[in-house]
């Protein structure tokens, strides 16, 4: 039973370039939910998606951020034009519940670098 | 936002000595996490409180849910070298929040 799937794992960009991270959440899970951690910081929420909706973006960056989590295939956060503060890593969790905080599953996370 | 304040940042010690961490902050909190980061990886849930004053336990990890509502304690037991990690607190405000508010993390690393 595979767990929370990221890739890639690391990713490079020089600025102002496009980040795709994928995220595929545990079979029978239909809520994904998206974090930053910066070096030495806790994670913060970003956006919690369920198949096709976007339930909550409270916590993405108004511009250059966008998710989607279409019927098929991975949840997919992009990120356009990176910027050195952009260098983090990117968690994503998936839930079988909505609004689920003690059965919020993490993936191992992708680790982007802006250079 | 919030601010959970985690202590300690760091910790260094041997194997089989006992280890504690805090949190705290100026806001109350339904709830009360605590995960574990191993390097390279995600969070993993070790303990959830839901109640002021509980004490729960996970093998040799306890943790409490501050009678104040606005702290935590996490307890490790008699270290071993896979306790190595990042240690998170991380907290649910009043309203039905489901987003977690995690702490900057204690990094604790055991010496055999």
């Known amino acids: 039973n595979a767990g929370v799937m990221q890739n890639p794992r690391h990713l490079v960009r020089r600025r102002g370039q496009e980040a795709r991270l994928r995220c595929s959440p545990m079979?029978?899970?239909?809520?994904v939910y998206w974090y930053r951690q910066l070096p030495e910081e806790g994670l913060k929420f970003m956006v919690y998606?369920?198949?096709?909706?976007?339930?909550?973006e409270s916590g993405m960056p108004k511009e250059r951020f966008s998710a989607e989590f279409p019927k098929e295939g991975p949840s997919i956060l992009r990120i356009q034009q990176v910027v050195r503060g952009d260098s983090a890593a990117y968690f994503c969790?998936?839930?079988?519940?909505?609004?689920?905080?003690?059965?919020?599953?993490f993936g191992p996370g992708t680790r982007l670098t802006v250079l | 936002g919030q601010q959970l304040n985690q202590s300690p940042q760091s910790m260094f010690i041997q194997e089989g000595e006992d280890v504690s961490m805090n949190c705290t902050s100026s806001?109350?909190?339904?709830?009360w996490l605590w995960y574990k980061q191993d390097p390279g990886e995600g969070p993993v849930l070790l303990i959830a409180l839901y109640k002021a004053g509980e004490l729960t336990s996970n093998g040799r990890l306890t943790a409490q849910f501050g009678i104040t509502r606005k702290d935590s304690f996490l307890n490790i037991s008699a270290s071993i070298p896979s306790d190595v990690g990042i240690y998170f607190c991380?907290?649910?405000?009043?309203?039905?929040?489901?987003?977690?508010?995690f702490g900057r993390g204690t990094s604790l690393i055991v010496h055999p």
């Open positions: 998606l369920q198949k096709e909706n976007i339930i909550d």
């Open positions: 079979k029978g899970h239909s809520h």
């Open positions: 806001s109350i909190f339904n709830t």
């Open positions: 969790a998936s839930s079988p519940q909505g609004q689920s905080y003690n059965e919020q599953f």
């Open positions: 991380a907290g649910l405000l009043p309203g039905g929040s489901y987003i977690p508010t």
